[in-house]
């Protein structure tokens, strides 16, 4: 492979994305293996041929006993080694793609939009929805933020990663995915049978509430987001009104760009927005306001969040929260606050490390336990009848009680 200069595009999250829209990740290029195994990464010296002993003795021991070695392949054997490697770090966004997978994660980062239409991720070890997408197949079949993901069609999700669970999720418009779900709160397991489709995803909305309430519902950080997120600023200083309400619930993130763009709107030149903490592997980078900072005191703004709000959501609710411009209203955010590079082992194959993690401006990682509201609103299936949104209700509430 010929050297090329590095280029990185970095987004944020790295959560899975069965819609194959993948979020939290730097994108290495034309970094051949031999550069890898010479840097100072991993000192290749400190492995003893006693400490490899026992890989070799399992290898040849797998060859001997194994009741269809023949159809193993060495290259499959090398390959597997390598993810195994890469698990055994318990981080599940850490991961090896050989050729198959890495075909399909390929794609996926491309922009190929078929799928189910929801964001999936990993806490306290298990496989869960981050947040269906608006108007997708998940959605119209009732996927909920914080689902259980049990089962897809017959397979276990017990111990699965989020790129395998992708992997078996996605597929072309038109065909069927049974996958088993168990929601918060409930005892018995559901079976959704979803039909794949083609997904369009939605950036913005704006509306307003009585009272001179603006409210600007974001779904998700694209590089469209900033254009269309100025634009319904500018709408808010001509509707008059000075209280605003950012919407963030179901938002699992996007472009770094987009987030700090947007926080920039609300703060000086020179504020904090995020750091990008690279522990010993590095100095942190700081991401600070551009200081387009267009509101002064006089703004009132509450910012809604849930448990399917992620990654830039995080960054931008955190930047916000702690610069004291504006209190989050509903509940505890995901927490995924971490930076992945993919980078090439071979022309086939490639590998996606957890290279850094996201800090908030007081230094709070995002990764651990997620942001908590300053108004928590209390989900049920009681206060959510009809279409009765409790949050945005508290939210007005709040607003409509300001001075």
Do not use: C
């Not at 590998?351 to 942001?371: D, Q, Y």
Request: proline letters at 5%; hydrophobic letters at 40%.
């Amino acid at each position: 492979m010929n050297k090329q200069n590095k280029t990185t595009v970095i987004l944020i999250g790295a959560i899975a994305v069965v819609i194959a829209f993948m979020i939290g990740m730097s994108v290495g290029q034309g970094q051949s293996p031999a550069s890898i195994a010479g840097s100072n990464i991993t000192d290749l010296t400190q492995v003893t041929a006693d400490q490899f002993a026992p890989y070799w003795k399992a290898w040849q021991i797998l060859d001997q006993k194994y009741v269809a070695a023949a159809s193993t392949t060495v290259q499959q054997k090398i390959w597997g080694s390598i993810e195994g490697l890469a698990s055994s770090f318990g981080d599940p966004y850490t991961v090896f793609f050989p050729p198959t997978e890495n075909k399909v994660f390929q794609e996926d980062i491309s922009g190929d939009f078929e799928g189910v239409g929801m964001e999936i991720g990993i806490k306290d070890k298990q496989l869960q929805v981050i947040a269906p997408i608006k108007g997708s197949p998940a959605d119209k079949a009732g996927v909920k933020a914080g689902d259980l993901i049990l089962k897809i069609d017959d397979k276990v999700t017990t111990n699965m990663s989020t790129d395998e669970a992708v992997k078996l999720i996605r597929g072309p418009k038109g065909s069927v995915v049974k996958i088993t779900f168990l929601s918060v709160g409930v005892s018995k397991p559901v079976v959704k049978s979803i039909t794949r489709d083609t997904i369009n995803i939605p950036t913005i909305d704006t509306s307003e509430k009585p009272g001179g309430i603006y409210v600007i519902r974001l779904y998700s950080f694209t590089a469209q987001s900033p254009d269309l997120f100025r634009n319904a600023l500018r709408s808010f200083v001509l509707s008059g009104d000075h209280k605003l309400i950012l919407d963030l619930r179901g938002n699992p993130g996007g472009y770094l760009e987009a987030a700090w763009d947007m926080a920039s709107w609300f703060l000086p030149a020179g504020k904090t927005v995020v750091t990008e903490d690279f522990g010993k592997n590095g100095s942190p980078k700081v991401y600070k306001s551009k200081g387009y900072n267009v509101f002064n005191k006089n703004l009132d703004m509450l910012i809604l969040v849930d448990n399917g709000s992620a990654s830039a959501s995080e960054i931008l609710a955190g930047a916000l929260e702690e610069n004291g411009v504006a209190k989050l209203v509903g509940e505890k955010t995901f927490g995924k606050g971490s930076v992945q590079e993919l980078i090439p082992i071979t022309s086939d194959t490639s590998l996606k490390v957890t290279i850094a993690r996201w800090l908030t401006p007081s230094g709070h990682n995002l990764s651990e336990n997620g942001l908590d509201p300053d108004y928590p609103v209390e989900i049920t299936d009681q206060n959510t009848k009809n279409g009765n949104d409790p949050v945005m209700n508290k939210a007005v509430e709040l607003l409509t009680a300001e001075k």
